[in-house]
């Protein structure tokens, strides 16, 4: 019988990322489209749908070929009937995203929220190492989580559990978060917190540092400072760790987790980052939790949704 292939989409605000990808987890091919949002993102699912039927032709294949389409999604998801509840930066709200993806590509569909569907892949043929109990935690524009506890995502009530991001890192008197309360960790240990950081440091302190040399300032920027021993640069990202160490054991000691993985853009500042908030995650964490979990760098990159949301489609619709 001829190999069959799953589809991988991660829907982000810039680009959508797709895959096709065997049931071994191997891509055959991976591809990108840029998000329409025109319209309140109406046009999405349909430039999805022609993407595929597109690239299946360029492989001189049909839809036979497929077993059906895992997708991620930003913001909280129902991972049964795969209604978005609501994505800010597409305008949706109440979306029924799984039930417009059938119609449109003809093809089964199962939809999670974009930061569990990279948690699996990474627990998939990542980081995770096939670990059945693991956080992961996103560290981009701003912080993500996904949580697997024996081997099945964890949605909670409403398909907002895992949302590692909004721990209250500074109970009174932190910066405004996005999502309306204040002092979340998003607000700290995101690209732009640590840029809210730097610059609030550079405005407050007469601390020599390379940063004040810079026009606009970047994440990337301020960790590379770190690692040159910049001294103010070293004061920003050592907040930045502890308050990650200590929200990383709190989720832990709920959870008892076998790995953590922590991706994102600020992730590739790599083992340091790993070493530096593994000091402060034993400091906070129950002893006995500490001693199981090890912190680790999320290995995939952009391809983790993609592959996610594969084996998401494996699992609900595998012969």
């Known amino acids: ?20 990808v065997n049931v071994y987890g191997e891509l055959i091919d991976k591809w990108e489209i ?30 036979e070929k497929l077993i059906g389409i895992g997708m991620g999604a930003p913001g909280p998801v129902d991972g049964d009937t795969g209604l978005v509840y609501e994505a800010v930066n597409l305008g949706w709200k109440n979306y029924p995203l799984k039930n417009l993806l059938e119609v449109e590509t003809s093809l089964p569909a199962v939809v999670d929220n ?53 721990i209250t890192s500074v109970p009174e008197g932190g910066a405004p978060c996005n999502c309306g309360k204040t002092g979340c960790l998003e607000t700290i240990a995101s690209a732009t917190g640590i840029v809210r950081l ?23 920027d301020v960790l590379d400072a770190a690692k040159e021993n910049d001294r103010l640069a070293l004061e920003v990202v050592e907040e930045v760790f502890f308050h990650l160490g200590l929200a990383l054991a709190n989720a832990a000691n709920a959870l008892n987790p076998e790995k953590i993985v922590i991706g994102g853009g600020v992730s590739k500042a790599g083992n340091w980052l790993a070493e530096r908030v593994t000091e402060y995650f034993k400091r906070f964490a129950f002893p ?15 391809d983790a949704g993609v592959i996610g949301g594969a084996w998401l489609a494996k699992q609900a619709f595998g012969e």
């Not at 992961?136 to 895992?162: D, F, K």
């Not at 440091?201 to 040399?213: G, Q």
């Open 198 to 220: 730097a610059k609030e440091k550079l405005a407050t302190s007469e601390t020599d540092s390379s940063l004040r040399k810079l026009e606009t300032i970047t994440a990337k």
């Open 114 to 166: 974009d930061a569990n569907i990279a948690a699996i892949g990474e627990m998939w043929k990542g980081a995770g190492n096939g670990a059945k109990n693991l956080i992961c935690v996103t560290l981009g524009t701003g912080v993500g989580g996904g949580v697997i506890a024996n081997g099945q995502i964890v949605r909670g009530a409403n398909g907002a559990a895992g949302e590692i991001g909004h």
């Open 288 to 302: 006995r939790v500490a001693e199981s979990a090890s912190i680790v760098i999320a290995t995939l990159g952009n």
């Open 1 to 20: 019988m001829a190999e069959k292939w799953v589809v991988g989409v991660d829907l982000g605000g810039t680009t959508i990322k797709m895959a096709f």
């Open 34 to 63: 840029v998000t329409n949002l025109e319209d309140q993102g109406k046009y999405i699912v349909t430039d999805i749908a022609k993407s595929i039927d597109q690239k299946l032709q360029e492989h001189g294949q049909t839809k």
